[in-house]
């Protein structure tokens, strides 16, 4: 069955170090979303992508995140100075898109992130 | 203020009866309402969908219900097992300003099976 990865699967980091989170989204999707859950937390949606740009964010994604899809398979979420709030469980989705239907998402097994 | 609110209690029940989740919400207008499990360490799987104009959802031992007068959602698990001991979370898909969906997600509930 396909499926959503990550890599890797766990990163530490030292506070104002820049990091990358990868993924490959399942192949045949065409929308694809980050998420994080600090711990013990809610997971929470940061940025969705359909078609080479950003489709919404939401107001954690600031200008110290970025995405890209730098070709056609994998997905990466930037973080450009990372801070100590930034540690958290980080997961990618992906989903079909059909006419601006919600579609099931589907998740990768998460980047866990430390940030020291 | 938007709220999304499930039970933060741990549900304990015994195997082979049936186990029902409650997600209420406040101050949303969702246009679909997902259901997804959550093992310990892994990411959210998806287990139904339903939108705003159904009222029930089945897919084998899983029910979902969605009153969007009372603004409530109940996720069903018929003959449980201590298999499906883990989190089920609610996620709300509200229309977002950029014209596409934006999903919420409650904080979850803990399920407990007991053989």
């Known amino acids: 069955e396909p499926e959503v990865t990550q890599t890797p699967s766990h990163q530490v980091t030292q506070m104002g170090q820049e990091v990358i989170l990868r993924c490959v989204p399942i192949s045949n999707h065409l929308y694809f979303y980050w998420y994080r859950q600090i711990l013990g937390q809610k997971v929470e949606f940061l940025v969705s992508?359909?078609?080479?740009?950003?489709?919404?964010k939401s107001e954690i994604f600031d200008d110290q995140f970025s995405v890209e899809r730098p070709d056609g398979s994998n997905f990466t979420l930037k973080i450009r100075s990372t801070k100590l709030e930034d540690s958290a469980m980080y997961f990618c989705a992906s989903s079909e898109f059909t006419g601006g239907i919600s579609y099931e998402q589907y998740f990768g097994p998460g980047t866990r992130l430390t940030v020291t | 203020s938007q709220k999304i609110e499930q039970n933060s209690e741990a549900l304990n029940i015994q195997e082979g009866k049936t186990a029902t989740l409650t997600c209420n919400y406040t101050n949303y207008s969702p246009a679909y309402l997902q259901w997804y499990r959550q093992d310990p360490g892994r990411g959210p799987v998806f287990l139904l969908l339903?939108?705003?104009?159904?009222k029930e959802k089945r897919k084998e031992r899983l029910k979902v219900t969605f009153d969007t007068t009372l603004k409530q959602s109940l996720f069903h698990i018929t003959a449980s097992q201590p298999a499906d001991s883990a989190t089920y979370l609610c996620a709300l898909d509200h229309h977002a300003s950029g014209g596409s969906y934006i999903p919420t997600f409650g904080r979850g509930t803990s399920l407990i099976v007991h053989p």
């Open positions: 339903i939108r705003e104009n159904e």
């Open positions: 992508f359909y078609n080479n740009e950003i489709s919404e």
